[in-house]
Nanobody
Framework: QVQLVESGGGLVQPGGSLRLSCAASGRTFSSYNMGWFRQAPGKEREFVAGISWSGDSTNYSDTVKGRVTISRDIAKNTVYLQMNSLKPEDTAVYYC??????????????????WGQGTQVTVSS
C-alpha cells in the first residue's frame, strides 16, 4: 500500500517562501518519478513540478519556473517543493503524486497513479 502525506502548507505573505514536504511509504519510493500538482478554487488541477526517480531530471511549469525547486531525499522517502517569491495566484491545494513510468517526468495527471490528500497554501497579505 502506497501512502503519500503532504505537509508544510500555510498562510504566507506575497513574496514569502514555503517548503512543502511529501512523505512516502513503501520501500520502492526511489524507483519512481514524483510530481507536485495544485488546484485553485474553481480551477482544474495543474502540474507544478516533477522529478525523476534518480533526482537527475526535473520539470517545471512555466508559471513557477525560477521560483520553485523540487528535490528528493531517498533516505527519508521524501519529496520537497521549495517555493519562493510567492504570489497570490499561487494560492491552491498542493498535491504530490507518484509517477507511473520512469522514462519521462510527466506533466499530465494520468501519468500519476497515487496521490496525497493535499496541503493548503494561501498567499495573502
Amino acid at each position: 500500500q502506497v501512502q503519500l502525506v503532504e505537509s508544510g502548507g500555510g498562510l504566507v505573505q506575497p513574496g514569502g517562501s514555503l517548503r512543502l514536504s511529501c512523505a512516502a511509504s513503501g520501500r520502492t519510493f526511489s524507483s519512481y518519478n514524483m510530481g507536485w500538482f495544485r488546484q485553485a478554487p474553481g480551477k482544474e488541477r495543474e502540474f507544478v513540478a516533477g522529478i525523476s526517480w534518480s533526482g537527475d531530471s526535473t520539470n517545471y511549469s512555466d508559471t513557477v519556473k525560477g521560483r520553485v525547486t523540487i528535490s528528493r531525499d531517498i533516505a527519508k522517502n521524501t519529496v520537497y517543493l521549495q517555493m519562493n517569491s510567492l504570489k497570490p495566484e499561487d494560492t491552491a491545494v498542493y498535491y504530490c503524486a507518484r509517477g507511473r513510468r520512469r522514462h519521462i517526468v510527466a506533466t499530465m495527471q494520468d501519468e500519476y497513479d497515487y496521490w496525497g490528500q493535499g496541503t493548503q497554501v494561501t498567499v495573502s497579505s
